[in-house]
């Protein structure tokens, strides 16, 4: 496919071409399964290669129908292939095959870590979309009951289990105190119960192993002197079937350096900090190792510009928080992973340049 003209410094013509790496791996998340395979595939193919599809072992079912569709709409067996099984079984063997030219990884960063380590050895190009911890900012002259929206869907919504969830609240100390009021409020006032129940806004976490994951790190926030002041514990109840439900929590009077503030927890879990002045918000902001996404609320466009500019993560959202479209690259910086998927990037990442001269005497 010839895509781009260079600008030529002789006689001669200079174009290049992007060519399929040949065999994708894929490796999805139980979170959003269908949405990030789809991504995932939809690019790959259209950049020209073959695709196997590795799902979580937890959510196999969106990728094997994804799978069914391709057959159906006349896809030819083959151009996408879908494996299903165990990370260290499955994935490993997927990553480590010889015919395998590319690997996209989403997921955490441990295993985007051991996943890199593998390419590196066999010199093949990776793009690993990895975990967060994302900063949710709000300036004094916000509009806040807006952005007290903003922050509890951007937390609370998936009952936080999403990579890019406003898990960090960053409020301006001169409004502090009402600001916080009022997205406790909101968040007590959020109804937990099954995902298919009518008026139903925080539904149980992905299994009863995660759920005790996140209370211990609300345990952890209560040893380094946090305060909850909202949740913090599983419902009381009775009427609730079954299931990994916990109740939206949020905690306050920690610091930064605190484990529940540097570590993703992916849970509903939202730790408050207060900050004086941007210089002070933008070094507590980037004081994690990931940089994924961060949010912003300020009626001041200069500031919100220089605060974008600032914080170190693939996507700001300001005045809004988790809108999303395939047009635009996503990913991260620092230990969020490398390469960017969605958009003009989403294509490309699937494909290698290659440059032709033309000699022209």
């Not at 994951?213 to 009775?238: C, L, W």
């Not at 919100?304 to 170190?312: F, T, Y």
Request: net charge negative; with cysteine.
């Amino acid at each position: 496919m010839v895509s781009e003209i260079a600008p030529s410094r002789g006689p001669h013509v200079a174009n290049v071409v992007y060519e399929p790496f040949g065999v994708v791996a894929a490796i999805t998340p139980w979170n959003s399964p269908l949405t990030l395979e789809a991504q995932k595939v939809a690019a790959a193919v259209a950049a020209g290669n073959a695709v196997v599809l590795k799902p979580s072992e937890f959510t196999p079912g969106p990728a094997l129908e994804l799978g069914r569709i391709f057959l159906d709409a006349g896809v030819p067996a083959g151009i996408l292939n879908v494996v299903t099984g165990l990370g260290g079984e499955t994935g490993l063997a997927l990553v480590q095959h010889p015919e395998v030219r590319m690997i996209s990884f989403t997921g955490g960063t441990a295993t985007g870590r051991a996943i890199g380590r593998i390419a590196a050895e066999r010199l093949v190009p990776v793009a690993l979309e990895l975990g967060g911890k994302s900063p949710h900012i709000v300036f004094a002259d916000a509009d806040l009951d807006a952005a007290a929206e903003g922050v509890v869907s951007g937390i609370f919504t998936s009952s936080g289990q999403s990579c890019i969830a406003g898990s960090r609240l960053f409020i301006e100390r001169s409004i502090y105190d009402d600001f916080l009021a009022r997205v406790v409020e909101r968040t007590k006032a959020l109804k937990v119960g099954p995902p298919d129940a009518d008026g139903s806004q925080v539904a149980p976490l992905s299994s009863f192993v995660h759920r005790e994951r996140v209370e211990a790190y609300v345990q952890s926030a209560r040893d380094d002197g946090g305060t909850i002041v909202a949740g913090g514990k599983r419902p009381d109840d009775a009427a609730l079937p079954a299931g990994a439900f916990y109740e939206p929590t949020i905690i306050t009077g920690l610091t930064n350096e605190a484990k529940a503030c540097r570590e993703e927890i992916f849970g509903p879990l939202l730790c408050v900090l207060p900050f004086d002045g941007e210089a002070d918000l933008v070094e507590q902001a980037n004081g994690t190792s990931v940089g994924l996404g961060c949010g912003i609320w300020t009626e001041s466009y200069k500031k919100a510009w220089r605060v974008s500019r600032a914080i170190e993560v693939g996507t700001v959202w300001v005045n809004t928080y988790k809108e999303l479209t395939v047009a635009v690259p996503f990913g991260g910086f620092k230990d969020s992973g490398i390469g960017r998927e969605k958009g003009y990037y989403g294509i490309r990442v699937y494909q290698e340049p290659k440059t032709i001269l033309w000699g022209m005497k």
